[in-house]
């Protein structure tokens, strides 16, 4: 047949960089990230991207149909075909109103495709090569899986990130400091000169008012810019209130408000005597020319002394009307500041909205490709047919009965459930964190440095900590490297609560704290999988692995789900203290888990 016989070469790489690509755009960081640039808040967007994980928890029960319905090559394709159409739905969506129920339906069917998608890979390529080609390209599949999650995570992101400045006029950057100037980095006024331009007002002071006064000029310049058209006033009229359900009435909101009033008590120090008089200063924004259109300005703190803040909105917008009108900026600086401060507040007009959809429209071409090359590439083995004996399906099922009655199974799946029960919640408000702006309890980094530090030198790290686990389990067994592992997934942890406590300014420092703590956990991830394998020998030893990564899935998703809701309530700070504690269930059950002492060796 033709084609039978082709190079594994010509498409294992290919393969596995299409598998990990939707993985990495909807399950890990990339759509974490798109929803929280697009506006959404912490709790929204870990949430509903946590539902995203589903199609991974529930995988197992639709495989054996991937078996009798067509070959594992035609439903290679076919998901590859369809994943690249909806990655095109969510890049239409994201410019409209209603972006954020199409954008998730969609997302849910690149989700859904993508596990169909590992299913047919992963059997295609057990069919496809005989036992010593498996074996030579186990390691080629797997490189290429991860060079897939660093462009998912890192160049994607970045692509994001440019375009969202290339479509912006130049940034205001605006250095704050208590040494009587406000001071900004050199920007041209010229008119003729430069274009269209946002000009600074500079040299302006702060100024020692009454503390009852804050407010007051606070509400005075919030009202200023309103009248200038910079603040759109439409969520103040006319509000429609919003039922509130069962949950959120009972639940919900009483222990938020708990939550909020115990931890949030305990961020703040005041003094034993409060401050009667603050610093406040001002300065003005305005455009160079007539735009022509509307043009969005979004402030937020990326660097320095939190002790300096803006007061009021952070989103204005300009247009023909006001285009030539002063914008004013209040600043506070805290009272109890003992010391020289400096701050940075960075002003950006990118089109955050345009840039992401021609991100996701460039991933959509990539499985346009993908998907083509494929359809010639892909080898057809004799071995690639359809299923036609039902005894296989019976024999799927029955797999579940002989998995759940394996003795000591409570314990394992105990364990599988609660081992990541830290990271998972660490993962969805990691790339928050370092998203939001320094007022606001993050490290105020831009989408391109987060996918450089995260989607880059953390999965560069991530995947050396897995490969370094790997070869020494290969030597002396899981059983001994089994706690090391544990306590290398863990202790890093505490790292985020040190960057939420001091908020480093030093972007070098900050990635090198993300890298270290993406390879403990991929060095102790090793332990984890070797783990799935363990309690998967035996009879449907193929079946029990399936279902052992569902239960990985739903372990990531339910506390995934809440993550972002208690961050909300407690602080940054706080919340990363939580995800240590969280750390500590999994680590009581090791002792209670039998593994031989040979398991893993080479």
Same mark, same amino acid.
């Given at each position: ?442 490290? +105020?980094?831009?989408?391109?440095? %987060? *996918?450089?530090?995260?989607?880059? =030198?953390? $999965?560069?790290?991530? /995947? #050396?900590? &897995? ?96 993550? +972002?809701?208690?961050?909300?309530? %407690? *602080?940054?700070?706080?919340?990363? =203290?939580? $995800?240590?504690?969280? /750390? #500590?269930? &999994? ?16």
């Amino acid at each position: 047949m033709k084609g039978k016989n082709r190079s594994p070469w010509s498409w294992v790489p290919s393969l596995y960089f299409a598998e990990g690509i939707p993985y990495a755009v909807v399950a890990t960081t990339f759509a974490l990230i798109m929803y929280k640039r697009l506006g959404l808040s912490n709790a929204d967007a870990a949430f509903y991207t946590s539902w995203l994980y589903l199609p991974w928890v529930i995988k197992p029960f639709w495989s054996p149909f991937v078996d009798i319905m067509k070959t594992k090559r035609w439903w290679i394709i076919a998901m590859q075909s369809l994943i690249a159409v909806g990655l095109a739905g969510v890049a239409f969506s994201i410019p409209t109103t209603f972006f954020l129920q199409s954008s998730l339906a969609l997302l849910w069917l690149v989700a859904f495709s993508s596990a169909t998608h590992d299913i047919s890979a992963d059997g295609f390529y057990m069919i496809a090569l005989n036992e010593k080609q498996q074996s030579l390209f186990v390691g080629i599949r797997s490189t290429f899986y991860r060079i897939s999650m660093i462009v998912g995570q890192g160049a994607l992101v970045m692509l994001a990130g440019h375009l969202e400045n290339m479509s912006g006029l130049e940034p205001v950057v605006v250095n704050v400091s208590n040494e009587n100037t406000i001071q900004k980095q050199d920007q041209v006024v010229d008119n003729s000169s430069e274009g269209l331009c946002f000009v600074y007002d500079k040299n302006l002071f702060f100024k020692t008012v009454s503390a009852e006064n804050v407010e007051f000029l606070k509400d005075l310049v919030e009202a200023t810019n309103a009248r200038k058209g910079f603040v759109s006033l439409d969520k103040t009229e006319n509000p429609q209130p919003k039922e509130i359900g069962f949950w959120q009435r009972i639940v919900s909101d009483p222990l938020k408000k708990k939550l909020s009033s115990v931890f949030r008590e305990r961020e703040v120090h005041d003094e034993d005597t409060p401050a009667k008089t603050c610093a406040i200063a001002y300065g003005t924004v305005r455009l160079s020319q007539k735009p022509g259109k509307e043009i969005a300005l979004n402030f937020r703190q990326t660097r320095g002394d939190k002790s300096i803040t803006l007061l009021g909105q952070d989103r204005y917008v300009f247009n023909d009307d006001n285009w030539d009108k002063p914008l004013i900026l209040l600043f506070q600086l805290d009272p109890r500041a003992k010391e020289t401060c400096v701050a940075e507040f960075t002003g950006s007009s990118g089109d955050t909205p345009h840039a992401w959809s021609i991100t996701f429209f460039i991933c959509a071409a990539l499985f346009i490709c993908l998907a083509l090359y494929h359809f010639y590439a892909l080898p057809k083995p004799d071995k690639d047919k359809r299923v036609e004996d039902s005894n296989s399906i019976k024999a799927f099922f029955s797999s579940f009965g002989t998995f759940f009655s394996k003795k000591g199974i409570g314990l394992s799946i105990a364990f599988v459930l609660l081992y990541r029960l830290g990271e998972a919640q660490l993962t969805k408000i990691a790339s928050p964190f370092l998203l939001d702006s320094v007022q606001d309890g993050g490290l +105020g980094l831009s989408t391109s440095e %987060i *996918g450089f530090a995260y989607g880059t =030198v953390g $999965v560069i790290a991530l /995947t #050396i900590g &897995g490969i370094l686990g790997g070869i020494i389990v290969s030597k002396d067994g899981l059983r001994k490297w089994l706690w090391p592992m544990v306590l290398s997934m863990n202790v890093p942890n505490l790292l985020y609560v040190y960057m939420s406590a001091t908020q480093p300014d030093s972007y070098a420092l900050v990635c090198g704290l993300v890298g270290v703590e993406q390879f403990g956990y991929g060095f102790g991830f090793t332990a984890f999988m070797l783990y799935l394998i363990y309690i998967s020998r035996g009879e449907y030893s193929t079946s029990h692995y399936a279902i052992c990564t569902g239960l990985m899935a739903l372990g990531m998703m339910l506390p995934g789900m809440i993550a +972002g809701w208690l961050q909300e309530c %407690i *602080g940054y700070s706080n919340f990363f =203290v939580w $995800v240590c504690i969280c /750390t #500590i269930p &999994g680590m009581l059950l090791i002792r209670r888990l039998n593994v031989e002492d040979d398991f893993g060796k080479k």
